[in-house]
């Protein structure tokens, strides 16, 4: 059972316009929601990340946003840049001693010039 | 030079040889990981290693074997490769496990089972 779950697999957005990347979880338990991102041939890179006491984090042209209550959280990229055309992983994680982040499936970006 | 590094970067071997992947990293960190990446799982812990000589199973850890006797290195073993375990592998390392903890992964190892 995925207690991390991004339901699309694919995403296609103009340049300039706003990318909005969906992410589920099932686990109260979650303390902390990080975004990476990955371009083709590399590993992920940290992007963003927002406390679970917390319903928005924002840095430049991205935003995370955490509705507690609905177990959902977004990432916001405004506006999208050719650029930023990768996957995006979500993942969470939890302040208890021991625990191992948890990703979720990913989500393919094309941002279209 | 700094960082996490993977070697090789691609791998084709064949069914029941003993494959071993590495990973160096340069900034001591604690944490250690192995993920495999495959379409539609996303990342998967396979091994991690909280220091050296301590290593635990993660969530795919069958058919898998680690070992960590130096805190910069920390090598994944196929004991004896099957076609389920073609994928991209990717180590991580992090100063911390679990909360707000950024995790530094390499470029990624993409092995084939033949």
């Known amino acids: 059972d995925q207690q991390v779950k991004q339901n699309s697999p694919s995403l296609s957005v103009q340049e300039g316009r706003i990318s909005i990347l969906n992410c589920d979880y099932t686990n109260s338990m979650f303390d902390y929601f990080l975004w990476y991102k990955k371009y083709p041939a590399e590993g992920p890179t940290f992007l963003i990340s927002i406390s679970s006491i917390k319903d928005k984090n924002e840095d430049g042209r991205f935003t995370v946003f955490l509705n507690k209550s609905a177990k959902h959280l977004s990432l916001h990229i405004v506006p999208s840049q050719p650029g930023d055309s990768a996957v995006y992983f979500c993942?969470?994680?939890?302040?208890?001693?021991?625990?191992?982040?948890?990703f979720g499936a990913g989500t393919r970006l094309f941002v279209k010039a | 030079d700094a960082g996490i590094t993977q070697s090789p970067r691609y791998k084709i071997t064949e069914t029941g040889r003993q494959v071993t992947l590495m990973c160096h990293q340069t900034w001591s960190h604690s944490y250690m990981f192995w993920y495999r990446q495959d379409l539609g799982h996303g990342l998967r812990l396979i091994y991690y290693s909280a220091a050296a000589d301590i290593t635990d199973k993660g969530e795919v850890p069958d058919g898998y074997v680690v070992s960590r006797s130096k805190t910069e290195n920390f090598p994944l073993t196929l004991e004896s490769a099957t076609r389920s375990q073609t994928s991209v592998y990717f180590c991580?390392?992090?100063?911390?496990?679990?909360?707000?903890?950024?995790?530094?992964f390499g470029q990624g190892t993409r092995l084939t089972v033949v």
């Open positions: 993942a969470a994680s939890a302040d208890t001693g021991g625990f191992k982040t948890i």
């Open positions: 991580a390392s992090s100063e911390s496990q679990g909360g707000n903890t950024e995790a530094f």
